[in-house]
């Protein structure tokens, strides 16, 4: 052992003598920050592949807290244990994240392939994630415990004819697969956040940069929201075709899906302006930002929020669209949108 290696070992000796001294002679000790580790040796320790262990996270399933000073969301030691000791580890957490196809799919349902399709195009089973394949099509991922809720809830749709009203509406071309997955994400998204402004950055994102300058006519504003605006914890698609296509699916396309966002964005916006204002050139830093959190589970709202999205459209579950829910409510707010049904007719 060198002079070096005997130093180490006597310093370090002594720093660990000090300290349990210290723990012993009556001095309250200062508690250590709980310890937290990356993503990737987390889905180690808890036997999920890294892929699985992003869709949990993105799901709910699993609390990560932000980095100090910004980097890679963690996982508290405390989450892995809490999770090693649910009943049914490590197969019942894989188990609430397998996903399947359009094939694998309609196997569970037992149902035919385009039977599958028919129904997921009517809403009545949502998306939860997608890849591109290799001609850069969207190919649908489902969450298997949801389509096996659904075969529970909805039999009579597995078998027999198709429904006038579901018939029709598809014959018309309707595809309610991206507006259904981009309801969910941004669900989620607001889960994980009660700041005013993140929520509004949220809402922001579904519209396109015209739309948005519409609701949002303050560019100082526009620009806070691209700063606050929350990312999804893990998952992000790695290639150019990926960020493409997932940015062509963030952005609502139909008129009343519009108009719901808009709506939506202005009731958040309205929120987060009272809450405080958005930066300006030269500010000392009086806005306050987001401090890192824990996510996981669904903060406690500070003020009652917009109403979400219904899931499905009325072919489905009879609900009315959303364009017509709380049409006389929202009057006033129709006049500060601008709206002109744009994208109607």
Known sequence: ????????????????????TKGEGGHAPSVAPAATVAAGRASQELGVRRAKFELAVHLGLIAVTGAPGGGRPRVHEDEIARLREQPGFPDALVERVRTVGTAQGAALLDIAPARFT???RAGCVSPVTFYLNRYRAVVWLYLADELAAFAAREPELLAGRT???????L?????????????????????????????TAVQASALDPVQLAEVVDDPYERAYLVRVRPEPV????????AREAMAELMLADDPDEILWRRVNLTLELDSAREDRPAPRPGDDGGARATPPARTGARP???????AAEPAAPPACTGASRPAAVGRTTRKGLLARLGWRGRGAG
Do not use: C
């Not at 052992?1 to 349990?20: F, I, P």
């Not at 309610?176 to 929520?199: E, G, H, K, M, V």
């Not at 893990?234 to 075709?241: E, K, L, W």
């Open 1 to 20: 052992m060198t002079v070096k290696e005997v130093l180490r070992a006597h310093t370090a000796a002594h720093e660990d003598a000090s300290a349990e």
């Open 300 to 306: 406690r709202a500070v003020r009652p929020a917009p």
């Open 171 to 199: 014959e018309s071309g309707a595809d309610w697969r991206a507006r259904n997955w981009r309801s969910q994400r941004i669900d989620r998204l607001l889960d994980r956040t009660t700041d005013p402004w993140a929520r």
């Open 163 to 169: 429904p006038p009203g579901m018939r029709t509406m």
């Open 118 to 120: 028919r129904l997921a």
């Open 234 to 241: 893990f998952g992000r698609p790695g290639s150019m075709a």
